[in-house]
């Protein structure tokens, strides 16, 4: 499979190593409205570079399209690669509104192409395993789940654009807790209510949160809550899911977040408190994981895990807790297929 990658920024620095973990997988080109960004990027991978999206899908030599570009041109670029016979693996936020999500999912459906939403952290290995145990059984029935996410934000964060609204889908709470949405409904299954609160305590040169809290139901009654912030001045991860019969923690990502851990615990009443503990040494293997899943997503002609339903999903949880907020009520996470 030969890929390309549109968008030169961030993304773009990880997914672009993960590449040859495929076998017989290439990338051949990386473009972005900033040429010198792309030519950057391309050089040291000794690929083509150009400024021109549109030229990349009209390309007979591409077969996947990784969109690292902001939420505002997720819909758009993705739309037109699927149509030109791409699979698509697009960021997260899926895109900025659930009509262009909606609307990339119908087109994934009537082209056939796969269309992945970049949940890299489903792949993480403390994550992976986790959701095996809980698969399995050893947790029991899932009761609460908690996550507390959150970086240290950097100066001048106001003139990127995550910080522009006419980019992004909004501020912190969706950036970066969408993953964490995502991951409650990977455990827990759908939600169905939310409560939320939002807050700009520190970057307030720009217009939307730098952090935010949720409290979430599922539809089995298990609950979730939810902390990320661009003011946790020493990064964090922190994921954990009780059941009846145990729990499991996690615990890092590696890199600045500290080393992964997993942490399985049972329920007894009477023995010490123990866990099982595995330490998962290393660099960060997700983006490489995540991209296997979708390769073999596509050879099998099925839908990927973390897959485009999944990004919109996530999206109008995100979506209905800042309308929770607005209206300083609980409400109810609608659902519903795609017409």
């Known amino acids: 499979m030969k890929v390309s990658i549109v968008g030169a920024g961030l993304q773009c620095r990880r997914r672009a190593p993960s590449v040859g973990a495929v076998k017989g997988a290439q990338l051949v080109s990386i473009s972005s ?29 591409v077969d996947v399209i990784f969109v690292c570009t902001p939420p505002s041109s997720h819909a758009e670029i993705s739309i037109a690669a699927m149509r030109a016979g791409k699979h698509v693996l697009c960021e997260k936020p899926l895109t900025k509104t659930l009509e262009e999500a909606e609307e990339m999912i119908r087109v994934s459906r009537e082209t056939g192409k796969v269309l992945k939403c970049g949940f890299n952290h489903r792949h993480h290995p403390a994550i992976w395993e986790a959701h095996q145990r809980l698969q399995a059984g050893e947790l029991g029935t899932p009761m609460f789940a908690r996550c507390r996410y959150g970086i240290c934000g950097r100066p001048g964060y106001e003139n990127e654009w995550r910080a522009d609204p006419e980019q992004a889908a909004g501020g912190q709470f969706i950036e970066q807790g969408t993953h964490a949405m995502d991951l409650f409904r990977w455990f827990l299954g ?49 994921f954990e899911v009780f059941g009846a019969d145990g729990y499991i923690q996690v615990e890092g990502l590696g890199g600045g977040y500290g080393t992964e851990t997993l942490a399985i615990g049972r329920r007894d009443f009477t023995a010490p408190f123990q866990d099982q503990n595995i330490y998962y040494r290393g660099g960060d293997k997700s983006w490489e994981a995540e991209w296997k899943e979708m390769a073999a997503a596509i050879e099998a002609g099925r839908e990927p895990i973390g897959n485009g339903t999944d990004g919109l999903e996530a999206m109008r949880i995100a979506l209905t807790a800042y309308q929770a907020e607005k209206q300083h009520a609980t409400l109810p996470i609608p659902h519903g297929d795609i017409a």
Not at 33 to 41: D, G, N, Y
């Open 33 to 61: 409205l900033h040429r010198e960004h792309a030519e950057a990027e391309a050089a040291k991978y000794g690929v083509e570079s150009d400024d021109n999206w549109q030229a990349t899908l009209a390309r007979d030599d």
């Open 190 to 238: 759908d939600l169905v209510e939310v409560a939320c609160m939002s807050s700009t305590h520190y970057f307030t040169k720009q217009p939307m949160e730098d952090g935010g809290m949720a409290l979430f139901r599922a539809g089995n009654g298990a609950t979730a809550t939810l902390h990320t912030s661009l003011t946790q001045w020493k990064n964090l991860f922190s």
